[in-house]
């Protein structure tokens, strides 16, 4: 687009010097003879004075057109064509999961997306969009998007899925389908066909949610655990008690001590609950360069590095182990590593071990909430035994 300069005008208005003639003089005889004159007077008319205009002049104003220095043109880039709606595009059922995390399955059918290529979902809970472009086809051809975004005091909100697919370059998506983890355990705590030790999983995870969403006040207008949400017969096959077995502790940070001199050890050990339940360790580290946590857990090894790790303050780092909520009494192994070679005595923990100590005296700012907790997975783990069968 062009700029226009503008150039303010100069004050060129002004007066040049007057110009007037000289004065007028008397003169007089000479001797030895007199002669009396009359003295002749030149008489000088005053002319008028000259005066010099100088016409003030407009400042032309010079438009510069602003130009692009030579060189390549360069267009934009390729921007695709908008996508275009179609009817009945969409999801075709949905499931949850509880396993390591609260996911909301959204399934789609193989005619659905017959003729389409790169189908993707695009999901969108409380304003935060989540694109999912991985799926797990079934042996019939169904897709499955997990959404797994899903924590305890989330299960009552809705989750609204899109589906999107392509036909060449052309984009297409679907119309709106909305589910929450909240509908589905009410639908399914009467369904015929269902186990029993489903439908009392079900009530569990609803009173989780509920002691969940008291504990971050969040929505508690509309507990997942109000009576409204639960079935009284379904009631009848959840957990209600916990034992001291279901309580017992292993926590030991020196469990099984370093062949040598340890170079770091591990601190503490916490539960974090978010759409997974994870143990939290604090070890010893200024420097995660190298370092690894070494898992040992229901016979298989891992190492976690890198993002895995996370520096702390203070010379410490932290790491983070999720678990399916059936393995809340299981023993994890932990131990710092520098590569695979062993620099810290083993740990032994577990989710009950940290929940024990908060139930049994029940603490009152969060001890509702591990209990609901710890009852979830051991319906869970009913449930998975059964099912197992």
């Not at 809705?158 to 697919?165: I, K, Y």
């Not at 639960?230 to 502790?249: F, H, P, V």
């Not at 997974?276 to 070494?294: H, P």
């Amino acid at each position: 687009m062009a700029r226009y300069t503008d150039i303010t005008p100069a004050d060129n208005t002004g007066y040049y010097p007057t110009q007037q003639n000289g004065e007028g003089k008397w003169e007089v005889g000479s001797w030895p003879v007199v002669v009396e004159t009359t003295a002749q007077t030149t008489t000088v008319e005053e002319s008028s004075v000259q005066t010099t205009t100088v016409e003030e002049t407009t400042v032309q104003e010079t438009t510069v057109e602003e130009t692009t220095a030579p060189g390549p043109i360069e267009l934009p880039t390729d921007v695709p064509a908008e996508a275009i709606y179609v009817a009945n595009f969409k999801p075709n059922s949905y499931s949850i999961s509880l396993k390591d995390s609260i996911a909301i399955n959204f399934r789609v059918n193989a005619a659905t997306v017959l003729g389409y290529t790169n189908p993707y979902l695009v999901v969108t809970m409380n304003g935060q969009e989540t694109v999912i472009n991985d799926y797990e086809t079934l042996s019939d051809g169904t897709l499955v998007f997990a959404f797994d975004k899903v924590y305890p005091q989330t299960v009552i909100d809705d989750a609204t899925a899109v589906l999107h697919g392509f036909k060449g370059d052309q984009e297409y998506y679907g119309d709106n389908y909305t589910r929450s983890v909240l509908q589905y355990c009410v639908n399914n705590q009467t369904k015929v066909g269902n186990p029993n030790s489903l439908k009392g999983l079900l009530v569990n995870l609803l009173q989780y949610a509920g002691e969940a969403q008291k504990y971050m006040h969040y929505k508690e207008n509309t507990l997942a655990s109000d009576p409204a949400n639960i079935n009284s017969t379904a009631k009848r096959y959840a957990k209600q008690t916990l034992t001291s077995e279901d309580l017992t502790s292993v926590k030991n940070f020196n469990a099984e001590p370093l062949a040598g001199t340890p170079t770091s050890e591990f601190t503490a050990a916490t539960l974090v609950l978010g759409n997974t339940v994870g143990i939290k360790v604090t070890f010893k580290a200024t420097d995660l360069t190298n370092k690894a946590i070494r898992v040992d857990f229901n016979g298989a090894t891992t190492y976690f590095s890198g993002e895995d790790l996370v520096q702390g303050s203070e010379g410490k780092a932290t790491f983070t182990y999720p678990l399916f909520a059936t393995q809340f009494n299981d023993t994890v192994k932990f131990t710092v590593c520098d590569g695979t070679t062993p620099i810290s005595d083993t740990m032994t923990y577990s989710v009950a071990s940290y929940a024990g100590k908060y139930i049994e005296p029940l603490n009152e700012t969060f001890g509702s909430l591990l209990k609901s907790m710890m009852l979830y997975g051991k319906q869970a783990k009913t449930y998975a035994t059964e099912a197992a069968a």
